[in-house]
């Protein structure tokens, strides 16, 4: 009720001044039509001529609600229901006074006159009013500015100037920018397009006051058009919560879609911003790639990749397509997630051959026979088991699949003559207090030996020779991939949480999918051509610092526009065997090397000999198959001297980053 007595008297003030134009402008266009002679033309059937027309307007006005446009937002649209309703009062009019006064006394082309009159004595003052208001007549000719979002534009480049520029353009643009913020302190003072810079990132308190106070608006988004460093981010997500503002951000230029007419025939900026992403949040700076040496590693070749269906093997089949291989041959035992990428691939590259091929790597018949049909010339090897619970829970499927899968796949390559094998591999290899790690360990190991042996066998020849290749690739976390905690997170906030962490101080490398791949695949280019003296070195990717896992959790929660231990519980549920606290990319006895790109270095290998460890193999072979849990775990101990299980049994739920 306080609304409506609220709102009364500015809707009575705008009827009144309504029918006050109206009746002035009856006024006027007998002036404009007369002249001098207006005052001899005044009767008494004038007069009662001129009160029915204030009374018709009065009534047409209230009945079409003329008077509830808000005089802070005229636009086009106002405009538009002027003219109707300006038309209707003179239609109803023209009859009635027909009837009741003959219209004697009233010039006919007056009533025309009246008509323009009319229309700019009711729209005049609302466009003015509105130019006062917005200090500018830059929104006169919108339709719908008041539905417009606020915002506050992140970052003063390129990005910035086109998506101020299109929404000013753009009749129909979501967003209002009402100030920038400048990223690096270099063009406070300054405006684009007629929009403020009115500071630093810094200065983001007294940025909201000044932009509320200069445009009578709130900002209720933020939108970053550039990435920013982590502390930046977090800075960002602080003050947004405590002005409980959305973040979004642009697309990267190279993103935005192309300008295309609707059926109206309006062209549409193509620029749409998107929720600010988990990934965003990592504040990684863009690796600069050597897509030349990508390209020709791989365009115009035969690439299998093994677990093709899977989070990162997916991936590097997208990126490997891109690329333009002669031939793709999809190898993965699960049917769907084959079928999909199979599907996908098809559908983005229709002209490109390629072939999915249902098969485990435990089976090293399938491997052979695959191979012998298929003669990949480049393999990458992302079939695993990855999921450090589940592996802790099955270590014989463990060893199975991760070391002896290793074998057949790395064996296959140099029975079918593949120029090089790129084994996938983690940080969880190092130290490793699981089975997971642990047989990661051992697969790093295997292919190592291969690549000093078969080396050493060529004669110390660079490029590879004439045996196989092997590139092993060590990384962190991936955000988003099947074992990774996000879509445990998304899944418990879909939920109302809470979220589950393990423990408080638990810390993880992260970065994204597509940058792990795209580096990986850079990795594999330097590989393939790499001198003797790096055989069997572990490439391994510069994964930034570490994050813990309870801030990734308050990040989602503040990113889903809730607040952390208020909104959303953060539950810490203890560790589970095989979990560690702190992540590491090299073990202490691999010396670090550095490589000729910056997010690439070199761990330098600890040598096996491959005739003993082939028979150890051989022997863990004949125990995992007899399914013999406790021999396995043994064995594993013994081939991976640094592993050592974590002692803690809870059955507590568990969150684990992979």
């Known amino acids: 009720m306080k609304v409506k ?65 808000i005089w802070r937002y005229a636009s086009m649209n106002d405009l538009s229901a002027i003219v109707k309703a300006v038309t209707m009062a003179l239609l109803i009019y023209l009859p009635i006074a027909f009837l009741t006064t ?4 009233i010039p006919r082309s007056s009533m025309i006159i009246n008509w323009f009159v009319l229309i700019f004595l009711l729209g005049a003052p609302r466009m003015a009013y509105r130019v006062f208001k917005d200090r500018g007549m830059r929104h006169l000719m919108e339709r719908s500015r008041h539905l417009r979002v606020p915002v506050l534009m992140v970052g003063t480049g390129d990005a910035a100037e086109v998506f101020i520029r299109e929404m000013a353009r753009d009749r129909d643009g979501a967003y209002e920018v009402l100030a920038v913020v400048d990223d690096r302190g270099t063009r406070v003072g300054r405006s684009i397009h007629d929009i403020p810079v009115l500071g630093h990132l810094n200065d ?17 988004r933020l939108v970053l058009a550039k990435s920013l460093d982590r502390e930046a981010m977090q800075d960002l997500l602080g003050f947004a919560e405590r002005f409980d503002l959305h973040i979004d951000r642009m697309p990267r230029l190279t993103d935005f879609k192309t300008r295309v007419a609707d059926a109206d025939g309006v062209i549409s900026s193509g620029i749409e911003v998107r929720p600010i992403a988990i990934e965003d949040l990592l504040g990684r700076s863009q690796a600069k790639l050597d897509r030349a040496a990508m390209r020709q ?44 990428i199979d599907m996908e691939i098809h559908e983005k590259y229709p002209e490109m051959s390629q072939r999915p091929v249902l098969g485990d790597v435990r089976d090293a018949a399938r491997l052979n026979h695959i191979m012998a049909e298929e003669r990949p010339e480049l393999l990458f090897h992302a079939a695993a088991l990855k999921h450090v619970p589940m592996v802790e829970a099955n270590p014989v499927e463990g060893v199975l699949t991760n070391v002896l899968g290793t074998r057949n796949t790395a064996d296959a390559c140099r029975r079918n003559g593949v120029d090089a094998m790129v084994l996938i591999s983690t940080d969880k290899a190092i130290n490793p207090p699981n089975v997971m790690g642990a047989t990661k360990r051992l697969a790093e190991n295997y292919c190592q030996a291969l690549d000093i042996a078969d080396r050493r066998a060529d004669g110390g020849s660079a490029g590879g020779g004439t045996g196989t290749r092997f590139i092993t690739v060590r990384f962190g976390n991936v955000l988003g991939s099947t074992g990774s905690v996000v879509p445990l997170f998304t899944r418990q906030l879909e939920n109302g949480g809470p979220l589950t962490v393990t423990h408080p101080e638990m810390t993880r490398y992260f970065m994204t999918i597509r940058e792990a791949v795209e580096l990986v695949l850079q990795a594999s280019a330097l590989g393939a051509n790499a001198p003797s003296e790096e055989a069997g070195k572990i490439y391994v990717l510069d994964m930034g610092n570490p994050i813990k896992i309870a801030d990734l959790a308050r990040q989602m929660i503040r990113l889903g526009g809730l607040r952390p231990d208020k909104d959303v519980k953060i539950v810490y549920t203890g560790l589970r065997p095989g979990e560690k606290l702190y992540e590491e990319l090299f073990h202490e006895q691999e010396p670090l090397v550095e490589t000729s790109h910056p997010s690439l270095h070199l761990a330098s290998p600890r ?52």
């Open 5 to 69: 007595s609220h709102r009364l008297p500015r809707a009575l003030a705008a009827l009144v001044h309504d029918v006050s134009m109206a009746a002035l402008s009856f006024v006027l266009a007998l002036g404009l039509r007369l002249g001098d002679q207006a005052l001899t033309h005044l009767s008494e059937r004038l007069i009662s001529a001129w009160i029915l027309f204030i009374a018709v307007c009065g009534i047409v006005f209230w009945m079409t609600g003329l008077y509830r446009g």
């Open 102 to 105: 003959r219209v004697a006394d």
């Open 204 to 220: 983001l308190d007294k940025i909201m006051e000044l932009a509320s106070a200069r445009t009578g608006q709130r900002p209720r």
């Open 297 to 340: 590693l791989i365009a115009g070749r035969r690439i299998m990749i093994t677990g093709a269906g899977g989070s990162i093997g997916s991936e590097l089949v997208r990126q490997i397509a891109a690329f333009g291989p002669s031939r793709l041959i999809l190898f993965d035992n699960a049917e769907y997630l084959l079928y999909g």
């Open 607 to 658: 040598t096996t000999n491959l005739e003993l460890l082939s028979r150890s193999l051989e022997e863990l072979e004949t125990i995992a198959v007899a399914r013999d849990q406790s021999s396995v775990s043994q064995h594993l101990q013994r081939l991976v001297p640094e592993y050592r299980r974590n002692s803690q049994e809870t059955q507590d739920p568990v969150v684990v980053a992979l």
